[in-house]
């Protein structure tokens, strides 16, 4: 059993920058696959970034460039820098964990993740 905790989550212009943060209790991160998502109202919880068990790292098209994700192995944390924030970037943003499983692939789809944190809310103002 994961428990995830985001925070880091305000109220900041565009062009700003923003760092969440997703703490881990219960077993070790690195031993995951661990994602960023993001649910905008009215919209579908979407793939923002996810690091790979390996250390690997996945960005949805969008993000690449602006968004980084990393993984702290002594702290058990996962962070996203998210920099050049836009207006369309508002949403509540989430991490989740999930267990490796072949065929090995960094899981985008929110079905593919076993465990979630309860989220962290995002607003960019223009």
């Known amino acids: 059993q994961v428990q995830l905790v985001e925070s880091g989550g305000g109220l900041v212009q565009a062009g700003g920058s923003l760092r969440l943060s997703c703490a881990a209790s219960g077993r070790s991160l690195s031993d995951y696959n661990m994602g960023w998502f993001r649910q905008a109202p009215g919209k579908e919880r979407e793939f923002v970034a996810g690091?790979?068990?390996?250390?690997?790292?996945h960005y949805a098209d969008s993000m690449t460039g602006r968004f980084t994700i990393s993984r702290d192995n002594a702290q058990n944390t996962v962070y996203l820098q998210m920099n050049s924030l836009k207006p369309e970037d508002t949403a509540v943003y989430y991490c989740?964990?999930?267990?490796?499983?072949?065929?090995?692939?960094?899981?985008?789809?929110?079905?593919?993740?076993?465990?979630w944190g309860q989220g962290t809310p995002v607003t960019v103002s223009s």
């Open positions: 690091i790979k068990w390996t250390s690997s790292t």
């Open positions: 989740a964990a999930a267990r490796p499983a072949p065929p090995y692939a960094m899981p985008t789809f929110s079905r593919e993740y076993d465990y």
